[in-house]
């Protein structure tokens, strides 16, 4: 078992290595500039994130397929991923994960447009889409389509399940002294209850719980800010500064150099928001939208909840913490660096970062039980849809109770490999984005209702 642990770790370090970050990068560049800077357009977004269009054609409103995105996207990622970025790559990689996150909105963007462009109706008359329908109907690569949601179908028992559930179940025992079976009975039944009621369930439930969970946190991240006040200048001086200069070791820092800190910052935003991924606009294609551009808007606006502000907030808690508190702080990482800064507010601290993680965990594994269906769907059709759901409960408290490096190595490696056949729908239609924005953003069209007629397939 160690051995092939050992050699999926070198295939995972592999995919996840510079190649895979360049591409991933590059494409956001790319389609910023393609779509002339979409970015400038996120107030536009955010305001039609909250106006419904109810009399569109879909399964859950614009709102509810971007929270049951952000369910799945904001996650332990965005708190320990960033901790374990400025533990490795030090404060200038806070700066890199940020511009990440900034470029990534674009592709966001595009990924979004095209789900809902090439999506269609199951034989059950639900909305159904993402990169596989991408790239069967838009590229005619129906063989890609297949590899992606191979990938996406066996990553979200992963990434998206067991270590999840393992890392709540493992929070509630030592912050609460709960066993693990009984926090895994729990999650089990909540997850059950919600995912068996299919994608309108889980919409429901992400509106409330995503913006009580992120609400709760950047509550947290500003107290701590506020008590820090006076290290929030010069946080934010070291951590542009170093971006470009690297930092040198001592005051509760590691050394490191800048191209740790490009390569860890670029490597969390890119895992925080998983732009490029091709998981989020699995939940657009069942929005109810009038035209791809309106969601694709909406999507894009994720991007900067999930690394903008959340992410940012999350490096400035660290960093000002780390110059207040420099020994309470050194050769910490990871969640213990979290774990610490949170300390700062007496007594609640510690909980509100406890009931933060538990929720981010859990919200991801609603959201990504939603892809690993539609994927599955795609395989195998409808017929599929309630042993997946039952199989999903199942593996959730199997993830409960079994902690397997092994399986998060897999999945983590599936994840990447999500990524190239995504890409190649995002960069083969790259023309088909930048005509429906034209058709309806630039030509400020945006009231406009879309002709394309949504097809029935029969899976």
Known sequence: MEAINNFVSTINGFVWGPVMLILLFGTHVYLTLRTKVIQRHIFKAIRLSITPDDEAEGDVSGFGALATALAATIGTGNIVGVATAVSIGGPGAIFWCW??????????YGEALLAIKYRVKDSTGAMIGGPMYALERGLGQKWLGVLFAVFAGFACFGIGNMTQANSISTMVRDNFGLPI???????????????????KSIARVCEKLVPLMAGLYILGCVV??????SYIVP???LIVGSAFTGSAAGGGFVGATVMLAIRYGIARGLFTNESGLGSAPIADAAAMTRNPVRQALIAMSGVF??????CALTGLVLVSSILKNPEGMAGLNGGALTSAAFNGIPVIGPIVLTVGLITFAWSTIL???YYGERAWVYLLGTKSIMPFRVAWVIVVFIGSVTALDLVWNIADTLNAMMAFPNLVALLGLSGVI???TKKYLWDDNMEGWSTDEIPTVNR
């Open 235 to 237: 946080a934010f001086k």
């Open 181 to 199: 079976w009984a926090t895994g009975l729990i999650i089990t039944v909540g997850t059950a209850v919600v995912i068996l009621g299919g994608v």
């Open 434 to 436: 930048v005509s429906e």
């Open 305 to 310: 909840w999930d690394t903008i502000i959340v």
């Open 224 to 229: 701590i800010i506020v008590l820090n006040a």
């Open 99 to 108: 511009l990440t996150g900034l470029f990534g909105i674009a592709t966001k």
């Open 367 to 369: 959201g990504w039980s």
